[in-house]
């Protein structure tokens, strides 16, 4: 029997997605010790391995752990070649259903809070996005197409949010020089806004010259920079290197922020990201 810290180390799932994998989706169904800690055997080490290769690979969680529980003994092997499903914002990319995909984002938004929408649908729906344009199913105008809808859904969502008060921590969240894939870090922007957070978005693209001046002007209590391309380290520890001198908290998220030295990562879900830095900043206050 593994605990819940070993059980992450072995599966490469982060225990905040372990536990809400078993108790959204019932893959798993760990004990409880005398004292209500949760232990995992052998079996559900195997079925969690299976479920994030699935998911690593393009489905959604919900649609990985209906794999799991339909073919019980599967192996990580076994389902690694299995096609991702097509989902709505991909078939709308096929024939560029500005109707329809405006549709399924309204729908989405208004079914549950922020956190719960960007993680659980919106960031994976966008995986299986870009494999289905690896695989030719969808074209890059029709990726494109899709990235600008979601992004004014996201800049919407962001801008019907209330202002925090003059006394709530401000963090500043952006993108280093030459960066531009911002559907990440908006979502992280737009979800820590939602819990009362001051965010000051900067958007994609910004140079180490302006981080430093704003971050002089701001004194924000923390700064986070989304790090979604390997070609975006360089600029991303430039900027690091620049801004470690202050007092601020630097945090990094996105792909490849395990990377970026002297930065602090966020994690890979930017809604569960964005909720416990609030919470962090929250409790510093």
């Known amino acids: ?7 992450a180390q072995l599966t490469g799932v982060p225990r905040e ?38 998911v690593d690979s393009g489905w959604s969680p919900k649609e990985a752990a209906r794999r799991v529980l339909q073919v019980p003994d599967a192996t990580p092997s076994a389902v690694s070649d299995a096609p991702a499903p097509l989902d709505e914002l991909a078939r709308c990319a096929e024939n560029f259903d500005l109707n329809r995909v405006e549709q399924v984002l309204d729908e989405a938004f208004a079914r549950s809070d922020l956190d719960s929408v960007i993680d659980d649908w919106l960031m994976p729906a966008l995986v299986r996005l870009g ?6 199913q969808v074209t890059v105008a029709g990726e494109h197409f899709i990235s600008a ?12 949010l ?10 500043a969240v952006g993108l280093a020089r030459g960066s531009r894939h911002e559907l990440g870090v908006l979502s992280f922007a737009a979800v820590l806004r939602s819990h009362g957070i001051g965010v000051t ?28 391309t390997i070609e975006d380290l360089p600029a991303v520890r430039e900027v690091v290197t620049a801004v470690a001198r202050r007092r601020s908290l630097v945090l990094v998220g996105g ?5 970026v030295e002297g930065a602090e990562p966020l994690g890979h879900a930017p809604g569960a990201g964005a909720r416990s830095l609030a919470v962090r900043l929250a409790g510093d206050n």
Request: glycine residues 6%; without cysteine.
């Open 255 to 259: 792909s490849f922020q395990d990377r």
């Open 1 to 7: 029997m593994y605990t819940v810290g070993r059980t």
């Open 17 to 54: 997605t372990l536990r809400k994998w078993e108790q959204r989706y019932g893959v798993v169904t760990p004990v409880r010790t005398e004292g209500n800690y949760r232990l995992y055997d052998d079996e559900s080490v195997r079925r969690l391995t299976v479920m994030r290769d699935l």
């Open 149 to 160: 809808a979601v992004h004014r859904r996201l800049a919407h969502a962001f801008q019907q």
């Open 131 to 136: 494999v289905a344009w690896q695989r030719g």
């Open 162 to 171: 209330p202002t925090a008060g003059p006394d709530a921590p401000r963090v």
């Open 201 to 228: 978005y900067l958007g994609s693209d910004l140079p180490v010259e302006a981080w430093v001046d704003m971050v002089r002007a701001l004194d924000p209590a923390a700064i986070v920079i989304g790090v979604p």
